[in-house]
């Protein structure tokens, strides 16, 4: 496991860490498209999802896959003063609840069958001021995500235990 200094001290504070789960499912066929939503996807191992832009991309890419927290969509909601964010217009590849992302980062962790490792935070762009309004990037700081690489490929599917390795 090539997991940096950072990771390392962070583990010892995860032994812990209760599973969550695989909620919402989202695939970008090419940029500036609208998402795809699915129940299952193929993880294709140091590519991406099967059916998303990035799986045609550089193999071994740390932005594989993008998650982020159902949680957080609902504090983003609440900063931005929204009833609720259909997590297609964050463009994130895959919504999960009832863990927190930001503590996998630099860790390796499961969905379903599928290992993954978390390589980074994913910030908000500028895409999201036109998708959600003023202050949309400000409200997303800290709360847009991880990016991901995928270590081992299978499938996912909706409701898949997300748990850390």
Known sequence: M???????LLSRHLQDLKPGQLDWIGLRPE????????????????????????CKGTPGSARQVTLINREHIDVVASLLAL?????????????VSGINL???RHQRFRI?????EATAQCHPCVRME????????????????????????????????????
């Open 83 to 95: 009833e609720s964010i259909d997590p297609a217009v964050l463009r994130r590849n895959l919504v």
């Open 130 to 165: 036109q998708a959600l309004g003023k202050g949309a990037v400000a409200a997303m700081l800290g709360h847009g995500g991880v990016c991901a690489k995928i270590i081992k490929g299978g499938v996912i599917a909706l409701g898949d235990e997300v748990a850390k390795l």
């Open 112 to 116: 379903g069958e599928v290992e993954f």
């Open 31 to 54: 940029r500036k498209v609208n998402m795809q939503c699915v129940t299952h996807v193929e993880a294709v191992a140091e590519m991406g999802l099967a059916g998303d832009r990035r």
């Open 102 to 104: 930001m503590a996998l």
């Open 2 to 8: 090539s997991v940096n200094t950072v990771g390392r």
